[in-house]
């Protein structure tokens, strides 16, 4: 009896996967672009004003945030286009050099090792799983915070993964405050739900920031 219910649990384990509420997404797209179930959601289509407001950028339109219905009407046709943030970067730089020691890893922090302590398996698991970007974005190419808000509450994410350019966002090439944005609204839900862990948000950057509009690049060999 023992070895039939083992294998029972087995199986109904093996069956389960990571997948939203069926009312969490629409039909009308592709299953890995999730609708919200939530009364709104906001859109992050451009970037905080305060941001905005920086003397190195300058915009060319008036930073907005906007609401999403249950389930919005899929309006955009795909076809990406360049985010509204110029930059105007300096001609030179001069920074400090650092002469002073290296100093390499110590003994893990008290608070680490309780908080690390104080996590479930399934928490410890969410926390190495890694989403990449385009499950968290909508069929309008904005940041759909009820699919951010469900990785980080029930699965316990502590991770996403590429930049939104490549996998559904709007734009073509995010600047870093459109990428701030997007990845600060990210964080924030983080903080708040799952296990309030701050997220890490993983970027393949080769030589450079090179999936950043304006990332400065650095020269390779051949």
Not at 74 to 101: A, H, L, S
Not at 201 to 207: I, Q
Request: with cysteine.
């Amino acid at each position: 009896a023992d070895d039939a219910s083992s294998s029972a649990d087995e199986t109904t384990a093996a069956a389960t996967s990571i997948e939203p509420p069926s009312s969490s997404y629409s039909t009308d797209a592709p299953s890995s672009i999730y609708q919200s179930s939530d009364a709104s959601v906001t859109s992050l289509s451009s970037v905080d004003s305060t941001v905005a407001s920086s003397s190195a950028y300058q915009s060319s339109e008036a930073p907005v945030t906007s609401t999403t219905p249950i389930n919005p009407q899929c309006t955009w046709d795909t076809v990406q286009i360049p985010d509204q943030v110029f930059w105007t970067p300096k001609d030179t730089y001069t920074y400090e050099t650092y002469d002073g020691p290296v100093v390499g890893p110590g003994n893990i922090d008290d608070d680490i090792l309780a908080m690390v302590q104080s996590l479930t398996l399934e928490e410890k698991v969410g926390q190495m799983t890694q989403i990449q970007v385009g499950n968290i974005a909508d069929c309008n190419g904005n940041l759909n915070v009820t699919a951010v808000e469900w990785f980080i509450d029930t699965w316990k994410v502590g991770s996403f993964l590429e930049t939104p350019g490549n996998h559904g966002g709007k734009y073509n090439w995010y600047s870093p405050q459109a990428f701030a944005d997007f990845t600060d609204a990210v964080q924030k839900i983080a903080l708040e739900k799952g296990s309030k862990i701050p997220m890490i948000w993983g970027l393949d950057s080769v030589r450079g920031a090179n999936y950043v509009k304006y990332g400065t690049m650095f020269p390779s060999g051949t």
